[in-house]
């Protein structure tokens, strides 16, 4: 009751207040003359406002003020105080000796009465607004206290520069109060929204020194000449200003740095707030306030940069509006529904006791119970998603890890370009998920039928059946992903290894599975066409001239294939060559003990063939030694591989060297593809018993020359050959010779007949030669 009338009286004075600074705007006009008194004692004019209404030429800096109202200036309480002549009808102006008179009364409403007035309504409304949307919060009310502040501020600005001194109070005292409450509401607001605790001890020193300053302004109230203390006053109230802006930034920056990893929410938080106190207070200091203090004359009005502070507070209401800060609305529908929900059960049960209880029951027990009860299943169900969601893993265990396994299968499906990838990232954790024996995704085309599986799985029944439509029930569950015109997918397992029907949350499971798998197989099969298109427009490309203008194409085709080289080298460098030169210690460990096992060492020797064919794999895949040792040293270790692995007598001559290694990177790789090529083609296909290979280096160029002995080749049969590749077959063939010659900017010459051999001549040119015509 005593809160209420306090408040009252509050408002009721409030009213008065506006009312009282509506008649002075409205009688009164704004002249925006500044006088101040000079060394000799006398009011002579200092200034203009820009935003008074005086624009006569006739008046000057430095006129002398002789009369106000026909009375000595000294009288006039506004020159006393202020070193104004607001609210003067007329003023008596001296220069050179001669007076003039000029008519104050009567002048137009300036602009500032109206942006006063807008700025006073916006603040005002969301005062109001906030104070009765979210009443129950301490920082939401000090919220509300900084846009009362700010409302009054612009209530007060017309009369204040009108000369009234109850208004040059409110402004004086208000503006100080303003960023010291703004700080208020930023510790409980911390403290609320993420039980940050801060000290306010310091805060009501401050509190103290604002309480002082404010007695101190009442004597504007006053007759007294007061102009020296009003101009030092004046100063106090922006330099306070500026600290209060200063202590709200270290508030922001001590929490920020201090909590911004205890609670996340308030990283983003604090950097809306940021950027709302910096577009809304830097233009009122930098413009308004620090010129004043250094020059004596603003940049821009206080009065129009003031309008940016109503940006600070604004964006907080953003975020309250928004849900950011006081989830208000979400926390009362949650509470009005689980209430509702509650009444059905409530009566129920109340019912139940009143039946029990028949006679010792009375209405009075009755309604207590249904109020407890109420209020008791209230409870629960307003906490029924918490508790769920802190006891999953206990009371839902399957759903709890299927919910990981999703988590986890959504994830890598972002990873898949290829069904292997398919198999070693997705299926191996959907069996492993459902607990069955084994798992297949299998691709029915018209003419095919193309299976990943993993797990004990009959492939060849389950290839027959899905063709045939005669796969067993009982044996295999089979869902459809996707069907198309070119191709059907399914996604084939076997039963469970407990021998248990699926659950309900398994099957939820299995149909968001699929959705997801059903997305991500379309997206594998388009990659893989589009792939093979790519490599069959490359291959078709029908001459040398055409060819450069699809060089784009060709190193896009290379780097791929340089990628996957490396992949697969590097994929069997760390598993099956690390797994054989395992068994080879423990079988030599073995041999050591056991010096009789003659098969045991025939497997060691095996083993030492197959870990060195697999190193020349390797070694083939991703020539490393071209970037250590250059190309004319990789092409030697490479033939001195080959030398134990092949009868063909290989004859290797390199000259310039100097100038072959100035070739970039790249083209030495380009350079040893068409090398190995040419290997391969004598040892597997030429049937030749000597190969001559020779790279030399002259001013231009670098020239690559091969010749056999072999079988050779009919031109002819090659120009009719089909030209189709696929992502298997694209390293191999004349073709990708001759695409990498082009891409390098290099010439190509071949000649051979049947039964006598093949000479090929390439060359390349070097770097400054680069751009040939062909």
């Known amino acids: 009751m005593k809160n209420k009338l306090i408040r009252s009286l509050l408002l009721f004075c409030l009213v008065f207040v506006q009312l009282w600074f509506l008649h002075i705007t409205f009688h009164y006009g704004y002249s925006g003359i500044l006088f101040e008194k000079n060394h000799e ?19 000057r800096v430095g006129d002398i003020l002789e009369k106000v109202n026909g009375n000595e200036p000294n009288e006039f309480s506004k020159i006393k105080k202020w070193g104004a002549i607001e609210q003067a009808d007329t003023i008596t102006l001296s220069r050179n000796g001669v007076e003039f008179e000029i008519v104050i009364k009567d002048r137009s409403q300036p602009i500032y009465d109206f942006f006063s007035m807008f700025g006073e309504v916006i603040s ?91 007695i101190a302004t009442l004597c504007f109230l006053t007759p007294f000449n007061i102009f020296i203390f009003y101009k030092i006053e004046y100063l106090i109230v922006l330099s306070f200003f500026l600290l209060g802006l200063l202590l709200n930034l270290f508030m ?25 106190l910096f577009v809304s207070c830097a233009p009122l200091a930098f413009l308004s306030f620090i010129p004043i203090l250094v020059s004596g004359n603003p940049i821009v009005d206080p009065l129009y940069t003031g309008y940016c502070v109503i940006l600070f507070p604004i964006s907080f209401c953003y975020l309250i509006v928004t849900k950011q800060l006081f989830d208000i609305q979400t926390i009362m529908r949650r509470i009005v529904f689980t209430t509702l929900i509650a009444i059905v059960p409530s009566v129920l049960l109340v019912g139940l006791l009143s039946f029990v209880f028949i006679h010792e029951a009375s ?4 309604a207590f119970s249904f109020l407890f009860i109420l209020t008791t299943i209230s409870f629960l169900l307003y906490m029924l998603e918490y508790f769920a969601t802190r006891l999953e893993v206990i009371m839902f265990p399957r759903k709890y890890h299927l919910q990981l396994a999703l988590k986890k299968v959504a994830r890598n499906l972002r990873a898949i370009t290829s069904f292997q990838e398919l198999k070693e990232i997705i299926l191996l954790d959907i069996v492993h998920t459902l607990q069955v024996y084994g798992g297949a995704i299998v691709f029915c085309y018209q003419n095919d039928t193309e299976m990943i599986s993993e797990g004990e799985l009959e492939l060849e029944a389950v290839e027959q059946g899905l063709l045939d439509q005669t796969l067993s029930e009982q044996a295999y569950t089979v869902l459809e992903i996707n069907r198309h015109e070119e191709y059907t997918s399914y996604f084939v397992f076997t039963k469970k290894k407990t021998n248990t029907p699926l659950g309900i949350e398994e099957k939820q499971w299995l149909d968001l599975i699929i959705s997801y798998l059903a997305v991500c197989l379309e997206n594998v099969y388009l990659i893989r066409k589009l792939t093979l298109r790519v490599h069959e ?57 056991h010096t009789s096992d003659q098969p045991v060492q025939e497997v060691v020797k095996h083993l030492e063939m197959l870990n060195e064919s697999l190193r020349q794999s390797c070694f083939e895949l ?82 690559l020359s091969y010749r056999d002995n072999g079988i050779g080749l009919d031109p002819a049969r090659l120009d009719t050959m089909p030209r189709f590749y696929t992502p298997v077959h694209a390293g191999v ?17 071949w000649r051979s007949e049947p039964g006598s051999g093949v000479e090929l001549t390439i060359r390349i040119p070097l770097p400054e030669q680069k751009g040939w015509v062909v």
């Open 41 to 59: 004692n006398v009011w002579s004019i200092k200034g203009f406002d820009a935003g008074g209404d005086i624009r006569r030429p006739e008046l």
């Open 124 to 214: 005002l409304f969301l005062s109001l607004l906030i104070y009765l949307r979210i009443p129950a919060s301490r920082a939401a009310r000090f919220l509300s206290l900084v846009f009362l502040i700010t409302g009054i501020i612009f209530m007060s600005f017309a009369s204040s520069y009108r000369g009234d001194p109850l208004a040059k109070v409110f402004v004086t005292n208000f503006v100080i109060a303003l960023p010291l409450v703004f700080l208020h509401f930023l510790i409980l607001f911390f403290k609320e929204k993420s039980g940050i605790r801060l000290s306010t001890k310091w805060l009501n020193v401050l509190y103290y020194i604002a309480a002082a300053n404010g």
């Open 252 to 276: 922001f920056v001590y929490i920020y740095v201090k909590y911004r990893h205890v609670d996340a929410s308030i990283q983003s938080m604090i950097k809306i707030v940021w950027f709302a």
């Open 363 to 366: 209405l009075q027990n009755l």
């Open 537 to 593: 427009l490359a291959s078709q490309i029908p001459d040398e001239q055409a060819g450069q203008d699809f060089a784009w194409l060709r190193k896009s085709l290379f780097a791929l294939q340089e990628r996957e080289r490396f992949r697969i080298a590097t994929d069997l460098h760390d598993t099956i060559i690390q797994d054989i030169v395992l068994i080879r210690r423990k079988l030599i460990a073995y041999i050591d003990n």
């Open 622 to 703: 991703n020539p490393y030694l071209l970037q250590r040792a250059g190309l004319i040293k990789t092409m030697e270790a490479a033939i001195d591989l080959d030398r134990g692995l092949t009868e063909v007598d290989i004859h290797f001559q390199a000259e310039g060297t100097a100038l072959v290694e100035t070739l970039d990177p790249e083209s030495k790789k380009h350079l040893f593809r068409i090398f190995q090529e040419l290997m391969n083609n004598a040892k597997k296909h030429s049937q030749a018993t000597e190969v001559h290979i020779r790279l030399s280096a002259q001013d231009s160029s670098v020239c």
């Open 733 to 749: 063939g004349l073709e990708q010779m001759r695409s990498r010659v082009l891409l390098l900017g290099g010439l190509w010459n």
